[in-house]
């Protein structure tokens, strides 16, 4: 079961990019990358997720390099909305990832 | 609404005293599963079931049991509370194997 290391706490000022890095040094070939976003005293919603290079969609942008070891989640031009725990995750895709790791992701303070 | 809901938001017990905590999801899900969130832990998964009948433990199974009589439901239940299980419990959908999760929004429980 890969894990997974974060930062644990961010900070960044209103209308910034914001780049959120994390290592999984052990990921194997069938695992693919989530990225959940976490407000207090709710349950995770799921941003975006992807396999290897870049994956962008409406909310967030996710860069893979070629080794897959790290990956990172850009969050264009932060609102202060957007101040929440991000949480970084590896899982099989063919054995369906049945006891995803969620850690204590990185808690990104967005300042005015 | 696709949803995840749990019964009851909020939930002060004494030890010993059995409950259940509900989980059901209206998206016809497959993949059901049940967290639990401490500060400094993060998200520890307790138990988690791949279909009706089916159910594996997670990272921290001690003192819970599930059962899975029905795809739509995954009920929690603690036999014998204690304090150490003082938490925010969160119940998860899914699809399929690379479809995101999808969480309810939690339950508080406090063990006297």
């Known amino acids: 079961l890969a894990k997974t290391t974060q930062p644990i706490s961010m900070d960044s000022y209103e209308g910034q990019e914001v780049n959120i890095t994390c290592s999984h040094n052990n990921i194997a070939t069938n695992d693919y990358i989530t990225w959940y976003q976490q407000f207090p005293s709710q349950g995770p919603r799921f941003i975006i997720q992807g396999y290897k290079t870049k994956v962008t969609n409406e909310v967030a942008s996710l860069f893979i390099p070629a080794d897959r070891k790290s990956s990172t989640l850009s969050l264009p031009r932060v609102s202060l909305s957007d101040t929440a725990v991000y949480y970084c995750l590896v899982g099989d895709i063919w054995t369906g990832a049945n006891n995803l790791f969620f850690g204590t992701g990185t808690r990104l303070t967005v300042i005015p | 609404e696709a949803q995840v809901t749990q019964n009851p938001r909020y939930l002060i017990t004494v030890t010993g005293k059995k409950l259940t905590v509900t989980c059901s999801q209206n998206m016809n899900h497959e993949y059901m599963s049940w967290y639990r969130q401490d500060p400094g832990l993060g998200l520890r998964q307790i138990y988690y079931?791949?279909?009706?009948?089916?159910?594996d433990k997670g990272d921290v199974p001690e003192g819970y049991k599930v059962s899975r009589k029905e795809k739509r439901n995954f009920p929690l239940i603690l036999e014998s509370p204690s304090p150490n299980q003082t938490s925010l419990y969160f119940c998860?959908?899914?699809?399929?194997?690379?479809?995101?999760?999808?969480f309810g929004n939690g339950t508080r429980l406090t063990v006297t």
């Open positions: 079931s791949m279909n009706v009948e089916v159910t």
């Open positions: 998860a959908s899914r699809s399929s194997y690379n479809s995101p999760l999808h």
